[in-house]
């Protein structure tokens, strides 16, 4: 008997880009990622625990039932994979990629392609929380339902001026994202994302594409960082279907500033 193999969806892989400088923060005793939140109750140890900032992206990705997630690194992060370490613990198997190129998040995303190129990949930033617990569950929903190559999560969120932009119609319809730095003042950001093994091809293209200009010193200095909102706009341009769910009653809210640290810290954010 033939199995019936084509027909299953692909595995969903997480991805987590861990690659930044902190500067904003720094010094930091520790990597950014596993900066203490909070605290849960370890099943394992029978009491509580401290709770860091990239633990909540892994259990967002846990609920959509992601297995297995890569975090990639830049030289140096190492106390990061002696933290997580298998993650057995958290309930994900867990692999380490190191990033060669320092030019910003897609870069560091694209290391991992030729582990996930066949793999469905839920994407979020590790030291950005939000709310709901079961985001990625829904957009991994969308994204079977659809068929989309591209999912975002969009939330609400103070400083816009902050985050990539993405402006919807009167009708809630997805129009054009704006990478920052922008102009816009109303509108939503993303946050985390799903997307297929087209949006994978894309994106490794558009970065393989990059790097052919920068050879030929057309674009691209070592201190510019290119924003994933821009690859996204270019995937919406170039025709991949890219869909959205809206959480309307969320919030997002990235700990790369002393001033949003503070904030998650001081407003519990339901981490005990």
């Not at 009708?171 to 990478?179: C, E, G, H, Q, W």
């Not at 341009?237 to 904030?263: N, S, W, Y």
Request: net charge neutral; aromatic share 10%.
């Amino acid at each position: 008997m033939t199995e019936k193999s084509s027909n299953k969806l692909p595995c969903l892989v997480g991805l987590i880009p861990a690659g930044g400088q902190a500067d904003r923060l720094a010094p930091l005793p520790c990597s950014k990622e596993i900066l203490p939140l909070g605290f849960y109750y370890s099943t394992e140890k029978g009491h509580k625990r401290p709770k860091v900032a990239c633990h909540f992206l892994l259990d967002g990705m846990r609920l959509a039932g992601v297995k297995k997630a890569f975090i990639i690194l830049r030289p140096g992060k190492w106390d990061i994979p002696a933290y997580f370490g298998s993650g057995e613990s958290f309930g994900i198997d867990l692999a380490y990629l190191v990033r060669k190129l320092p030019f910003g998040v897609p870069f560091t995303l694209d290391c991992a392609y030729p582990f996930i190129d066949n793999c469905l990949v839920a994407c979020g930033l590790p030291d950005i929380i939000f709310r709901p617990d079961d985001a990625f569950r829904k957009l991994s929903e969308k994204q079977e339902a659809s068929g989309a190559d591209l999912v975002l999560g969009l939330f609400p969120t103070e400083n816009l001026h902050k985050w990539d932009l993405v402006e919807l119609d009167n009708k809630n319809r997805l129009m054009r994202i704006l990478p920052r730095p922008h102009n816009g003042t109303s509108g939503y950001t993303w946050c985390i994302s799903v997307w297929s093994p087209k949006f994978s091809l894309f994106l490794h293209r558009f970065i393989e594409n990059a790097l052919k200009r920068q050879a030929d010193g057309k674009c691209i200095q070592v201190n510019d960082e290119l924003p994933m909102g821009t690859v996204f706009q270019s995937a919406l341009a170039d025709g991949l279907l890219v869909e959205h769910v809206l959480f309307k009653d969320g919030f997002c809210l990235d700990i790369g500033t002393p001033e949003d640290l503070q904030k998650a810290l001081c407003m519990h954010l339901g981490l005990v």
